[in-house]
T-cell receptor
Framework: GAVVSQHPSRVICKSGTSVKIECRSL??????MFWYRQFPKQSLMLMAT?????????EQGVEKDKFLINHASLTLSTLTVTSAHPEDSSFYIC?????????FGQGTRLTVV | AQSVAQPEDQVNVAEGNPLTVKCTYS??????LFWYVQYPNRGLQFLLK??????LVKGSYGFEAEFNKSQTSFHLKKPSALVSDSALYFC????????????FGKGTRLSVIA
């Protein structure tokens, strides 16, 4: 079946630095990918919709200048957390639809120290 | 607007007993319904889905779910729980099969006690 690969699985960075998370669809083309954020013991909250070749669509309350999304090809979307701060520490998960299915990456645990 | 409700934050069940994790939904039109399981610090693992057809859907690891249109429910069930089933379970809905995100319930933590 279709696979979505997310990398890295965990990253620790210093406050003020930027971190890039990659999300790849391995055996299908994804014109649209989704980025979710999950706080401890909470549900997945949609952050943004990544569109190949165009600007991402951000959910209300998500800072687009902090969470930069690039979807330069049909198989790769990246989320860059810029000038990370401890409050950005969270679990980030990407997803792509291969209708009617939805496939998820393994998630990235970001810790900002 | 579409939404999903998982009314229980926590479900406790003894090993070997049947388990049920509840989910109700609100969408306009025909829903596509999903169940996922998440283990600590891991991504989501797909369990089962309802798209169309039989209301009783069988999925991975012995789980099943019944789509009930009149009650707008999609409860997850297993006849005999295992300790290894202890995890966080998410119900999700989509009403369009194209490039739209799934909407998730808040999750239910299942604890199976030996």
């Amino acid at each position: 079946g279709a696979v979505v690969s997310q990398h890295p699985s965990r990253v620790i960075c210093k406050s003020g630095t930027s971190v890039k998370i990659e999300c790849r669809s391995l055996d299908f083309q994804a014109t649209t990918m989704f980025w979710y954020r999950q706080f401890p013991k909470q549900s997945l909250m949609l952050m943004a919709t990544s569109n190949e070749g165009s600007k991402a669509t951000y959910e209300q309350g998500v800072e687009k200048d902090k969470f930069l999304i690039n979807h330069a090809s049909l198989t790769l979307s990246t989320l860059t957390v810029t000038s990370a701060h401890p409050e950005d520490s969270s679990f980030y998960i990407c997803s792509a639809r291969f209708a009617p299915e939805a496939f998820f990456g393994q998630g990235t645990r970001l810790t900002v120290v | 607007a579409q939404s999903v409700a998982q009314p229980e934050d926590q479900v406790n069940v003894a090993e070997g007993n049947p388990l049920t994790v509840k989910c109700t939904y609100s969408v306009s039109g025909n829903p596509y319904l999903f169940w996922y399981v998440q283990y600590p610090n891991r991504g989501l693992q797909f369990l089962l889905k309802y798209i169309t057809g039989d209301n009783l859907v069988k999925g991975s690891y012995g789980f099943e779910a019944e789509f009930n249109k009149s009650q707008t429910s999609f409860h997850l069930k297993k006849p005999s729980a295992l300790v290894s089933d202890s995890a966080l379970y998410f119900c999700a809905v989509s009403f369009i099969s194209g490039n739209t995100p799934l909407v998730f319930g808040k999750g239910t933590r299942l604890s199976v006690i030996a």
